[in-house]
């Protein structure tokens, strides 16, 4: 079974430019979440999806900010403008429903913003 | 509000050495507890989890209980092998309200294990 995949793994770009992260979570997976990873840090939450509703997003920097889960698999998250301080690793992670407690994470996104 | 404090590293260790990684936390309610590893180049996996108090969780060898008394989830792993080294995140899941299933992580404790 194919686990979470996300694109690209590596973006390098300069402040200002706007800059997307797709992720396709495991097969029946219902709960989609987005993390960023500072450097030396743990995860911290952005969203939460059940299927394709937006359940908690009270950690998305929605200035800057937004993403999509259309028909409830695929995830896009974008960022328009980058700021320096959004350089991070963004983590895509599914879990069957919100109770049944264990993530399946993606290998992430390394954005550096130059 | 909830959060996890795990003890900083890095932690470097000799092959067959006994490792303990002290995690701690705070949350109302019940909580379930986890701990997630990462390898080098690699995604954030379950390692255990214990979802209740006094519940041990266990995987590889690695061993953690969930001990409510003393707000602790502490890893252990009697003899610790080269491939262990990575990444240890301790992580916590709120168990009502709609923080339910999000989970909160601590720093993260960078292993070496030496041959």
């Known amino acids: 079974e194919a686990g979470v995949v996300q694109s690209p793994r590596y973006k390098i770009i300069e402040k200002k430019q706007p800059v997307a992260f797709w992720c396709n979570p495991i097969?029946?997976?219902?709960?989609l979440y987005w993390y960023r990873q500072n450097l030396g840090q743990g995860p911290e939450l952005l969203i939460r999806?059940?299927?394709?509703?937006?359940?908690?997003d009270s950690q998305l920097p929605k200035d800057r900010f937004s993403a999509e889960r259309l028909k409830g698999v695929d995830s896009t998250l974008k960022i328009q403008p980058a700021e320096l301080g959004d350089s991070a690793v963004y983590l895509c992670?599914?879990?069957?429903?919100?109770?049944?407690?264990?993530?399946?994470f993606g290998p992430g996104t390394r954005l550096t913003v130059l | 509000g909830n959060s996890v404090t795990q003890m900083e590293g890095p932690v470097t260790l000799s092959e067959e050495a006994f490792l303990t990684i002290n995690c701690t936390y705070t949350?109302?309610?019940?909580?379930?507890l986890f701990w997630y590893v990462q390898y080098p180049g690699e995604g954030l996996q379950l390692l255990l989890k214990?979802?209740?108090?006094?519940d041990k969780g266990s995987n590889k060898g690695f061993e953690a209980t969930y001990r409510k008394e003393t707000t602790s989830f502490h890893l252990e792993k009697g003899s610790v092998q080269v491939s262990d080294s990575a990444v240890y995140f301790c992580?916590?899941?709120?168990?009502?309200?709609?923080?339910?299933?999000?989970?909160?992580f601590g720093k993260g404790t960078k292993l070496s294990v030496k041959p």
């Open positions: 949350a109302t309610g019940y909580p379930s």
């Open positions: 999806y059940e299927n394709e509703e937006a359940v908690d």
């Open positions: 214990a979802t209740k108090a006094d």
């Open positions: 992670a599914s879990s069957q429903k919100t109770s049944s407690h264990e993530q399946f």
């Open positions: 992580a916590l899941s709120a168990d009502y309200g709609g923080s339910q299933g999000n989970l909160i």
């Open positions: 097969s029946g997976h219902n709960t």
